[in-house]
């Protein structure tokens, strides 16, 4: 009798779905059927990590934090917003957008104004985009870009102050990267180089120069080994014209 009384005390019988922002794109009860959790089951017997990934699955926009247990019979589903950071075009005339995860978050066309919006990033094209999918980061170029963007985010507050830095992105020959700041210098990551490091002391590099100065304005920073920079930001340094390494 009292195992079957506790067997009905944690029952699923409450689900709440928390959110850290305001959004039309955040449906609660979109979010609580695609969870696939069902009222009246054992809340002991909750698969979280296969409830999180349905979510995900189902809602690309949506970031679960975490699904919780407040016993006896509530459940509390976290979510927050990913924020799209870049798009990238497809083979089929399309643009990917992407979260700093590499995340493809929606396919648009050209038309649609979310694009104005995002760092572009040229050279490559996305094949056959699915929703809701990462790129395949055993790709070279994809993984450098996955670094740098990490270093983006690392080195900004969040995605709105990354794009405010960020202008675009290309990939040339080689998997180098150029990529253009806002205020107008370029960063040069090349493919011979590790990409995370070469990225971070381009940013801290680029950070050490006072607004005023023109290297923040125009030419290229980039790795070299022989720098004579100071090491703190490391092997890198700014270039009037393009460098011709990598």
Same mark, same amino acid.
């Given at each position: 009798?009292?195992?079957?009384?506790?067997?009905?005390?944690?029952?699923?019988?409450?689900?709440? &779905?928390? +959110?850290?922002?305001?959004?039309? *794109?955040? %449906?609660?009860?979109?979010?609580?059927t695609s969870s696939g959790?069902?009222?009246?089951?054992?809340?002991?017997?909750?698969?979280?990590?296969? +409830?999180? =990934?349905?979510?995900?699955?189902?809602?690309?926009?949506?970031?679960?934090?975490s699904i919780e247990r407040?016993?006896?019979?509530?459940?509390?589903?976290?979510?927050? *917003?990913?924020?799209? *950071?870049?798009?990238?075009?497809?083979? %089929?005339?399309?643009?990917?957008?992407?979260?700093?995860? *590499?995340?493809? @978050?929606?396919? $648009? %066309?050209?038309?649609?104004?979310?694009?104005?919006?995002?760092?572009?990033?040229?050279?490559?094209?996305?094949?056959?985009? /699915?929703?809701? =999918?990462? @790129?395949?980061?055993?790709? =070279?170029?994809?993984? =450098?870009?996955?670094?740098?963007?990490?270093?983006?985010?690392?080195?900004?507050?969040? /995605?709105?102050?990354?794009?405010?830095?960020?202008?675009?992105?290309?990939?040339?020959?080689?998997?180098?990267?150029?990529?253009? /700041?806002?205020?107008?210098?370029?960063?040069?990551?090349?493919?011979?180089?590790?990409? /995370? %490091?070469?990225?971070? $002391?381009?940013?801290?590099?680029?950070?050490?120069?006072?607004?005023?100065? &023109?290297?923040?304005?125009?030419?290229?920073?980039?790795?070299?080994?022989?720098s004579t920079v100071d090491?703190?930001?490391?092997? &890198?340094?700014?270039?009037?014209?393009?460098?011709? &390494?990598?």
């Open positions: 009798m009292i195992v079957a009384l506790n067997f009905t005390l944690l029952t699923v019988k409450e689900i709440n &779905v928390l +959110a850290d922002v305001n959004s039309s *794109l955040i %449906d609660e009860d979109f979010i609580l959790i069902e009222y009246n089951k054992n809340i002991l017997f909750l698969d979280e990590e296969k +409830a999180s =990934s349905s979510i995900e699955s189902a809602n690309p926009y949506i970031q679960v934090i407040r016993f006896p019979w509530s459940l509390d589903i976290k979510v927050t *917003l990913r924020s799209p *950071l870049i798009s990238i075009p497809t083979k %089929d005339g399309k643009f990917a957008v992407l979260d700093h995860n *590499l995340k493809i @978050l929606e396919v $648009c %066309d050209g038309e649609n104004n979310l694009l104005t919006k995002l760092i572009p990033l040229s050279g490559i094209l996305v094949d056959e985009p /699915t929703t809701g =999918s990462v @790129l395949n980061m055993t790709n =070279s170029v994809n993984a =450098s870009l996955g670094e740098i963007l990490a270093v983006l985010m690392s080195e900004t507050e969040d /995605t709105q102050s990354a794009l405010s830095i960020i202008d675009s992105i290309e990939v040339r020959q080689k998997g180098d990267f150029f990529i253009k /700041t806002t205020a107008g210098v370029i960063f040069c990551v090349f493919a011979s180089n590790g990409a /995370t %490091d070469q990225a971070l $002391c381009a940013f801290r590099l680029y950070a050490s120069f006072s607004d005023a100065d &023109v290297r923040r304005q125009e030419g290229y920073i980039y790795f070299n080994p022989q090491p703190n930001v490391g092997a &890198v340094e700014w270039s009037e014209t393009p460098p011709v &390494v990598g």
